[in-house]
């Protein structure tokens, strides 16, 4: 009784001070000892009616949900985006509005490796971008590479589960990779940005974003044209040579994450300008390579600035928000759609379906993914729901709760021709932008380029997986062929012949 009382009077006093406020259990009722277990006396056993004890255990063992499959390690910041040019003739969506500004929250990411691996490792990095527009959420999913390994959904797991760590020595391998893509000869434009110092970012702010698909835009007319996206970066791009990386990870290796938050308290905001490339339909024949393929940049398309992104604050709570938020690539608002791209068609798909995994059936409701319109369908229940279903009806058509569609969200529609097929796209020109993009290094980072391949493929032991990687650099640029055959001590002639 004296306990009891006690214990009330203590909690009241300290009620009224929010710092103090009194532990509960997941109940809400108050804790009474959080440092001693309920036992039969000194030295008798643990009661099981110790609820808080039980309790505390149960949700320890439970912290964990599954890592995303790729892209496990990130970090993610909210901030603004301002559209800044009248582009209606393309698209109505309203994000785009000119003077319309977009509450965002981006996550950046490395892709390959687990949830607490280094941030400086060779990698593309996942910049991907959550928009709450007044339609519903426009998740942009890209990253700081303009094109992609393989084009094809299909080619993805298998991709994957070269690159990362082997089954048998939990290592990655170069051996198990090289042999993926030695395959894949699409790759070499993507491996020849991973292998420059462009693979290893100085930070997340000193990067640029891109869609890498092309999209398509529709205007209130219905009129489509395909678009691609680029994040460009205000504080400018810097790269980190291998060496430096290896100085940066032996110190920090959370030292992309440590920048932005830095960044962030100091109030020195970054910025990205979004720029778009745009292509009418009736343009995709005029290239010699197919623009709906993600291994290809469109080179001689001009650029104009849309808008521009401001972060300015980090999240509260890395694991509610960071770890909870979910971007896919179906979560388009009216005027934004994929486009044929196969590569992206997959991605429609799988991001949501490894979320319903990952997160459940009801992430879309977790506050870090909820749109900021009301959502309004009949889609319910499942584990966590905490949707605010009052309404007898729950289903459409009906005459008492009429939920009518709206025009506004109509797919586009296109004429379609060919035959249900299985095969690869005619244009696939696979080495000629690798060629332009070595072209375009500057000495040293062709030098740079050599060296951190090199380094890699050398360790190659299959001399056919060998030759055939170093042919489809041969059949990029000559150059870029034969300095790496030396840099890895390959034969000439093998990787001549076999680029025949
Ligand atoms: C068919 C090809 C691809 C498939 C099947 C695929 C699949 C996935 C999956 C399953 C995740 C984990 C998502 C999660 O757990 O929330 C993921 C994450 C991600 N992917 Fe892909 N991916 C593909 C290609 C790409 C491409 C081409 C890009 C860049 C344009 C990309 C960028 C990202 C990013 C940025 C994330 C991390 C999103 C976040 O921060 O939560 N992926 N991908």
């Keep these: 009784m004296y306990r009891f009382a006690r214990n009330t009077l203590l909690a009241f006093a300290i009620s009224n001070s929010v710092l103090a406020s009194p532990l509960t259990k997941d109940n809400g009722a108050v804790v009474g000892d959080n440092q001693n277990s309920y036992t039969a006396g000194e030295n008798g056993a643990v009661f099981l009616q110790d609820v808080h004890l039980i309790q505390k255990l149960q949700r320890f063992a439970r912290e964990r949900i599954p890592e995303r499959v790729v892209h496990a390690r990130g970090t993610g910041v909210y901030g603004e985006f301002k559209a800044s040019r009248d582009i209606s003739d393309l698209t109505r969506a309203k994000v785009f509005h000119k003077g319309e500004e977009t509450p965002v929250f981006v996550r950046f990411s490395t892709v390959i490796h687990s949830k607490g691996s280094p941030e400086t ?23 700081n590479l303009p094109v992609f390994f393989i084009r094809d959904a299909i080619k993805f797991p298998d991709m994957v589960h070269s690159l990362k760590p082997s089954p048998v020595t939990n290592q990655q391998d170069p051996n198990r990779f090289f042999d993926f893509f030695s395959h894949i000869p699409e790759s070499t434009h993507m491996l020849t940005w991973v292998y ?6 100085a930070n997340l702010r000193q990067m640029d974003g891109f869609g890498v698909h092309a999209y398509k835009f529709v205007d209130a007319g219905g009129d489509v044209s395909y678009v691609k996206f680029h994040w460009k970066s205000r504080q400018g791009v810097q790269n980190l040579t291998a060496q430096e990386a290896a100085k940066v990870q032996s110190k920090d290796f959370s030292h992309a994450t440590r920048d932005m938050y830095k960044a962030i308290a100091a109030g020195n ?6 720029y778009i490339k745009v292509l009418k339909p009736s343009q995709l024949d005029d290239f010699d390579f197919n623009p709906l393929d993600a291994t290809k940049v469109w080179p001689d398309i001009k650029e104009v600035k849309v808008g521009t992104m401001t972060l300015n604050r980090v999240p509260d709570n890395f694991f509610q928000e960071t770890e909870q938020s979910a971007f896919a690539p179906a979560n388009i608002v009216p005027g934004i759609e994929p486009s044929e791209d196969r590569l992206l068609q997959g991605r429609v798909f799988s991001y949501s379906d490894t979320q319903l995994y990952r997160l459940g059936a009801n992430h879309q409701q977790i506050p870090v993914n909820r749109p900021r319109v009301e959502v309004n369908n009949w889609n319910q229940d499942g584990a966590g729901n905490q949707g605010n279903q009052k309404s007898d009806v729950n289903y459409q058509p009906s005459r008492q709760d009429p939920r009518p569609e709206s025009n506004e969200g109509r797919y586009s529609e296109l004429p379609l021709s060919g035959s249900y097929q299985q095969a690869a796209i005619s244009k696939q020109l696979p080495f000629a932008q690798a060629g332009d993009l070595y072209r375009s290094f500057s000495a040293q980072e062709q030098a740079n380029l050599i060296s951190n391949l090199a380094g890699d493929l050398g360790q190659v032991k299959n001399s056919e997986v060998k030759h055939q990687m170093l042919s489809h650099f041969y059949q990029a640029d000559k150059g870029f062929g034969e300095r790496l055959t030396k840099a890895v001590n390959g034969n000439l002639k093998t990787v001549v012949a076999l680029s025949r």
């Excluded at 420059?196 to 970012?201: E, I, N």
């Excluded at 905001?269 to 979004?274: A, S």
């Design 121 to 143: 490792l060779r990698d593309p990095r996942g910049f991907a971008t959550k928009f709450y527009t007044r339609e519903g959420n426009w998740d942009l999913v890209g990253n």
């Design 196 to 201: 420059s110092d462009y693979g290893t970012p």
């Design 269 to 274: 905001y970054p910025q990205w300008d979004l």
